[in-house]
Nanobody
Framework: EVQLVESGGGLVQPGGSLRLSCAAS????????MSWVRQAPGKGPEWVSA????????YYADSVKGRFTISRDNAKNTVYLQMNSLKPEDTAVYFC?????????WGQGTQVTVST
C-alpha cells in the first residue's frame, strides 16, 4: 500500500524558513517522480514543485522559484521541501504526491502558517 507522510510544518514569521519532509513507503521510491502541492484556505490546489526519480531535475512554480528547494534521498525514501524567505501567501496545507499505478496518491498534509 502506498503511503506518504508529511511533516515539518508549523508557524513561522515572514522571512523565516521551514523544511518539510515526506516519508514514502509501499512502492519503489527511487523509480518515481515526486511533487509537492499546496492548498490555501478557500482556494484550489496549487502545484509547487517536482523532482524526477533520480533527483537530477527539479521544477518550480513561479510563485516559489528562488525561495524553495526540492530534494530527495532515495536511500531514505524521503522527499524534502526547503522553504526560505516565507511570505504570508505561502500559508497553506502542503501535500506530497506521487503517481503510481495510474493513480495519484497524497499524504495527509502538513500545515504551514506564515504570520506575525
Amino acid at each position: 500500500e502506498v503511503q506518504l507522510v508529511e511533516s515539518g510544518g508549523g508557524l513561522v514569521q515572514p522571512g523565516g524558513s521551514l523544511r518539510l519532509s515526506c516519508a514514502a513507503s509501499g512502492f519503489t521510491f527511487g523509480s518515481y517522480d515526486m511533487s509537492w502541492v499546496r492548498q490555501a484556505p478557500g482556494k484550489g490546489p496549487e502545484w509547487v514543485s517536482a523532482i524526477n526519480s533520480g533527483g537530477g531535475s527539479t521544477y518550480y512554480a513561479d510563485s516559489v522559484k528562488g525561495r524553495f528547494t526540492i530534494s530527495r534521498d532515495n536511500a531514505k525514501n524521503t522527499v524534502y521541501l526547503q522553504m526560505n524567505s516565507l511570505k504570508p501567501e505561502d500559508t497553506a496545507v502542503y501535500f506530497c504526491n506521487v503517481y503510481v499505478g495510474r493513480r495519484h496518491y497524497w499524504g495527509q498534509g502538513t500545515q504551514v502558517t506564515v504570520s506575525t
